[in-house]
């Protein structure tokens, strides 16, 4: 029996710079992210529960796929997205990845 351990890479936290950056990029896409709390968040609102329930699927699939989920707050017409990697103690560049998806899977739905 080996005593070797398995490293698992995880991502980098980003400096403050990087943060500033990638957040002007992602705004371009989507005005609607804001740091809060050292976690990248957006609310999004809709016409009616029904809409709402059907973003949150989108964000429960892409969490999946990316295997990367957020911290989600729905109600009646409303939801609230935050990412954060605890891995790394705060921002990386998956929560940007992340929320590029989001920001544009939401985009082509409207289209």
Not at 17 to 32: A, C, G, I, M, R
Request: hydrophobic share 40%.
């Amino acid at each position: 029996m080996s005593n070797e351990t398995t490293s698992v890479m995880r991502p980098a936290q980003l400096s403050t710079t990087e943060v500033v950056s990638n957040l002007q990029k992602l705004q371009k896409l989507s005005s609607l992210w804001n740091i809060k709390n050292e976690q990248l968040c957006a609310e999004f609102e809709f016409p009616s529960f029904e809409h709402t329930a059907d973003f949150v699927n989108i964000v429960i699939c892409l969490a999946k796929k990316q295997n990367h989920h957020p911290q989600v707050i729905f109600g009646y017409r409303q939801c609230h997205v935050c990412y954060t990697t605890h891995s790394a103690g705060g921002l990386t560049m998956l929560d940007f990845s992340a929320a590029t998806d989001l920001s544009t899977a939401i985009i082509k739905a409207v289209k």
